[in-house]
């Protein structure tokens, strides 16, 4: 073996090890050592300080946070690593620091009902740290083979997290169901993978955007890319791959839900950014058809059903997924003309607005569910009356995803349409007409939701005030500020959307 070993390094010349640039991968490492962190804390404290736990967990990402600011304020190079797999330019700093953002909101929203609920505070934040490392690793991937690892690392805590009340016959069904179709998807996707690996001879997106650009694609590559787009089509829950999102959703406690609407699925539609403009830009003619039906059904689907839903979470499950429509319609546009630059951008600043604005919705029904803990939309009927604060912030939320100005939604929307309008081709201008028809439809399910909120009467008179637990209050002041910032102050949107581009990628 040394021998072989030998003979390899005289034929290759002499080997030298890979530079690492620890500056550049510093929020990785700092979440890596939290979790090792946290873990071994939480082996050694006492029950009755496992609060701890949270504010360990706060610390981990907000350090993270620091070195994804340092990187971003001391200069535009890209920073590669690995024969450039793994890329660290503005377009992976903007979406760390959502990914670790969310995080530190969901941490806030989940602490006081773990500590309530007698869960396991320990293991919640160490899988949930666990997978916000994944969604962080997923940003600056630049292989197929680093990308499913992240996909993987950031899925499987997903799976023990929506299952995490084990006595629990809802949360049961929704881990299970979570991880069966989580898992048939990574299949999938795997199988795709091979397939644009055995046709191209590289993992490495840019290499594949070489080699699928050399000619026209042949049968197999078609295959490879449809399936590679259709497994992340199941962690985005594009319909028809949405199945597991409303029970996983429902069944799975709060904050979870919280999280996976907004950070798992985030995670998601940055692989197919990646993979759309970095490794396919030759293929449009494959993605572009499928993203675009993927968009409409699930804009449409989602609305569909959401309109005839009587549970909070549910309505807010299908309200996440016909928002993952949206979120899709630039895509299905990208490579059109030069459709490339303004679809990236109002992808990135949709995701960036969805997260504030998703994670507040899911953040009031956290503190509503002390009073209201069936969950229908009945119960929160006149809750204007004993909670005025949480009407307001629940309407402005509420408001804000249907797209009304000036909060944060309005732009986002504003952006979806806008890319798929310049793309100047019929089919984006159908996109646009059905959007333009489920944004109406969107209306009306949150505006049902409004109504009982000031209108309705309160269902046991009960108008015994709602206390609201320190850091819930904290996660609504983030979000709520985020929201309307967002909104009022759009130059500043239009700011994360002009950092976040692939040009460092794709050498342009």
Known sequence: MTGLITSLIAQSGEWQAPTIDWHAIAPELVLIVGINLVLFIDLWIDESRKWAMATLTGIVLLAAFVPTVTLAVTGDDVRSMFDERYVIDNYALVLKALFLLVGYVVVLMSQTQLEEGGYYQGEFYVLMLASVLGMVMMTSSRDLVSMFVALELLSVPAYMLAAWRKRDGRSNEAGVKYYLLGVFASGVMLYGMSLIFGTTGSTKLVDIARSLGEGDLIAIQVLGVTFVIIGFAFKISAVPFHTWAPDTYEGAPTPVTAFLSVASKAAGFVAISSLVFIAFPAADEVYQPLLWVLSALTMTIGNLIALRQTNMVRMLAYSSVSQGGFILMPLAVAGSGDAAEPALKAVVVYLL????????????????????????????????????????????FLASLAGVPPLGGWFAKFGAFRAVLEADTNAGYALAVVGAVNTVIATAYYMKVMRVMWMADVPDGDITPVVTPAPVQAALAITAAGTLALGVLPSLVVRFGDIADLSGALGR
Do not use: D, E, Q
């Open 353 to 396: 607005i969805y997260a504030f604005t998703n994670l507040g919705a899911f953040a009031v029904v956290i503190a509503a569910a002390r009073k209201t803990p069936s969950g229908s939309i009945s119960s929160f009927g006149g809750l204007f009356v004993y909670a005025p604060g949480l009407t307001v912030l629940m309407t402005i």
